[in-house]
């Protein structure tokens, strides 16, 4: 939902950037020519699709906090090493530990017979031996939010919405707060127990989505989870009978403490303005059900190869090209968090980032927030990338993705790089986010994407408005 | 396979049957008209896919020896008796007892992960503790069996052939003994454990498919399971890092006892020979991943819902036709071995029978095994039929379907009515073996199918050849 303000608002921008273009920020014509060739060489190239495979190979899947974390963070550290970036090194990111022990849910009544589900994020476990009550369903969060409180107490709650694939995967901002606000709303109600019908697009597929809720109060909170569109058909078809449904909780799930991983960042450093960079990424941790393919290998290999690519080059790039693999993006962006905190004051040496978390379908629309004397260079970047399918979008923000948009909160100028997301929220936080998901040639030509427009940006004469508290009002996010 | 003799067998059946048209087995023009009005009746009547949403939804998975099982049979009876059946009664099967406690597994090095698997049929338990050891890969069954036991040895044998998607679903044929006889020869040379990539085809889905093996003696068995297709490829792709790789199977299951289960048939008596039978059916136990939809609550509506169909004629038909809910065909064709054993010196009274068990997919292909006198009647039934899209193939026998094979080959005249099987073993045995997977539609010319043809073969004057010992050479499961 984006505010008619808003499109007013970057339309002035646009005019305003048509108007200062000649003398604002520009990409010299032979650093065009270099992003050209870095583009169609990349459009080649399997070096994302070789990142991403070893990454889900060589770690699996790397639920923040775990064992697994861990062997991320040192894969990072060597595979950065190893494509020959010039600097390697990590920032400390704590959490709260999440723990998934296991899981299990059934129809009690009438029907005997169990449920296919996984829990959520910060849900605390049910109680030794299970956690059994009526189900009582809602169809909207908003239905929910209205309901009487009387009919909730001691339930557990059930919301049904069912998710259609979109390009732009919109109908994730109907489900995602059904995952994230439901369950803090039904606690807030007295209910016993949390279930949704899973925020995801696979209509026929026995493997639920997780995703991290709304409590951050572990006193607060009650054991939630999702079910898989075949469960939760099941479970309506059962409640159209129109007898009670019980339901068995059994999550062993919960809270253990807290947890210090890493932010991992590795850099080509610039030769003319080292200490200016172009900051690109993805982040490092994934859901454990997976692999993290999808989610978030490809956007880690995808700023990594992108960089390896710009390394190649004779030469190094103007400004230093920075890839940062973040730590638990999943459970409430707590890298990218603590890299804008840490790095708040140093907003004004980010020429422009944005991150990529969003699968690995092709880049079709590019976006960006930034100063209007930069505008000029936006679109010398637009054109370099239209011949591989991206259209500039001159009136939309540019949000800097998930991690990157708190530095964007900060003032960081970002673009937005938006992926065809038609099948994403099939695989996305499921046991089917494996390695096969990603096909080669659509993650390289994310990867030219990527390469080209960072080095554009590394090698532009002026800046693109990064400054303390630029773009608050932009819009992005919405 | 089939042997060219039998073709050439076919062939001369097929010249003897014109032949001897005139003078055998015919259909009366009343009867094919009446089943002209069932055919259409059925292809836009939903009695068999609620038979199906019934079953899925008020049992769910129903695994032979289940608690799950005996509610199967309960259901069974009291649906035969809701559709106004007018003889409903059961027939004891006794089998071995297979239990699933719980099943992981896992790579423990070089690259430590979880795996998604599912346990086989028959297959012991590990260890307490788990088993863990070296995987020695094969390619083929062949090479399995080629393989020298030293090189096996203690160790867990992978065999990982890839099946394809077909409409007559012929990769199975390839695929089915790599997990019927292939953990056989593996522990006879000394396997410590057992693995194959999923015999099924879908590429990219963590639901491993479930299914018998051929151990018979619980004291030469070793734990063997199936992995997801995904989880083969991460397999094969650490595999291929060319170093020892080590996996932990954590299996709880096997053979617990002796469990009397039940086929459960329903009568539609005949009004003027109640002892001449027409058998139809389909099995009514499943595996336990899913709500065994497709594989055989499916086969099982459809055999009812043809029944009902008949049922609601005016009157009564000259034959009986028999609805047969088999009991454990998954882990060896159990009840359909028992049927016939029973039933084997009353085989002259079974005037034609088929089961359904090849997924709710449309039925292409008609096939019979019947004296050469009776083709005629074939022809007229072909006829019927042809209009909803079934194709006459003249030449092949007709095996009967799973159960019913058993009766076939005890001399029962046998149709095959080959389903499209496209997507059958996308979901065959496993998790997404579910309600969705039925298309009302599709499910509905089956019904049409078995209506039409069941009506005919029972007002038909004349036989179709029962009688014991005949058809054993037809060829009819090659």
Same mark, same amino acid.
């Given at each position: 939902m984006r505010r008619p303000s808003l499109t007013l608002l970057a339309a002035s921008l646009l005019l305003a950037s048509t108007v200062a273009c000649a003398t604002g920020t520009t990409i010299p014509a032979a650093a065009v020519k270099t992003a050209e060739q870095l583009r169609d060489k990349a459009m080649h190239d399997d070096t994302g699709y070789r990142i991403a495979e070893s990454l889900t190979t060589e770690v699996g899947q790397r639920l923040a906090g775990? @064992?697994?974390d861990k062997r991320g963070v040192e894969? /990072?550290?060597?595979? =950065?090493?190893?494509?020959? =970036? +010039?600097k390697v090194y990590t920032e400390p990111v704590t959490y709260p530990k999440w723990v998934r022990h296991s899981e299990r849910g059934a129809i009690v009544s009438p029907f005997p017979q169990s449920l296919v589900l996984t829990a959520l994020g910060y849900s605390p476990a049910t109680p030794k031996g299970g956690l059994t009550a009526q189900v009582v369903k809602f +169809?909207?969060? +908003?239905?929910?939010?209205? /309901?009487? @409180?009387?009919? !909730?107490k001691g339930k557990i709650v059930y919301v049904g919405f069912r998710m259609q694939r979109h390009k732009d995967g919109h109908d994730y901002g109907i489900g995602s707060p059904i995952r994230v606000q439901g369950p803090v709303i039904a606690q807030a109600k007295g209910a016993a127990g949390y279930l949704l019908r899973s925020a995801g697009t696979d209509p026929d597929s026995r493997t639920p989505h997780a995703g991290v809720t709304g409590f951050r109060d572990p006193a607060k909170a009650i054991p939630a989870a999702a079910l898989s569109n075949p469960d939760a +058909?099941?479970?309506?078809? %059962?409640l159209g009978y129109g007898k009670p449904v019980t339901v068995k909780l059994d999550l062993d799930c919960g809270i253990e403490g807290e947890y210090t991983g890493a932010n991992v960042i590795g850099e080509i450093t610039g030769a003319k303005y080292p200490d200016q960079v %172009? #900051?690109?990424g993805g982040h490092l941790d994934s859901w454990d059900l997976g692999t993290g393919a999808i989610d978030d290998? /490809?956007? %880690?290999?995808? #700023?990594?190869? /992108?960089?390896?690519? !710009?390394? *190649?080059? @004779?030469?190094?790039?103007?400004?230093t090209i920075r890839v940062i693999a973040f730590a638990n993006e999943e459970?409430?962006?707590?890298?990218?968090r603590a890299y804008a905190e840490k790095h708040a004051n140093e907003v004004h040496k980010f020429q422009l980032g944005t991150e990529s978390d969003f699968g690995s379908g092709r880049v079709w629309r590019m976006s960006a927030s930034v100063k209007p004397e930069a505008r000029g260079a936006i679109e010398q970047i637009a054109k370099v990338l239209a011949p591989i399918g991206v259209a500039y979008d #001159?009136?939309? @923000?540019?949000?800097?993705?998930? *991690?990157?948009?708190q530095m964007h909160g900060k003032g960081m100028a970002a673009l937005s790089l938006t992926q065809d997301g038609t099948y994403y929220f099939d695989w996305h936080h499921t046991a089917n986010d494996t390695f096969d998901k990603i096909d080669p040639k659509d993650l390289a030509q994310n990867v030219a994407v990527y390469a080209a427009f960072s080095y554009m940006a590394a090698q532009a004469n002026g800046d693109f408005g990064s400054a303390p508290g630029a773009f608050a009002d932009d819009g992005a996010g919405d």
């Open positions: 775990s @064992p697994a894969w /990072a550290i060597a595979k =950065f090493r190893e494509l020959g =970036f +010039d +169809d909207s969060l +908003d239905a929910l939010k209205a /309901a009487d @409180p009387s009919t !909730i +058909d099941q479970l309506e078809r %059962v %172009v #900051a690109i290998a /490809a956007g %880690v290999a995808i #700023a990594m190869g /992108a960089g390896k690519l !710009i390394h *190649d080059l @004779p030469q190094r790039p103007d400004r459970m409430g962006l707590w890298g990218g #001159a009136k939309r @923000p540019g949000g800097g993705g998930s *991690d990157l948009s």
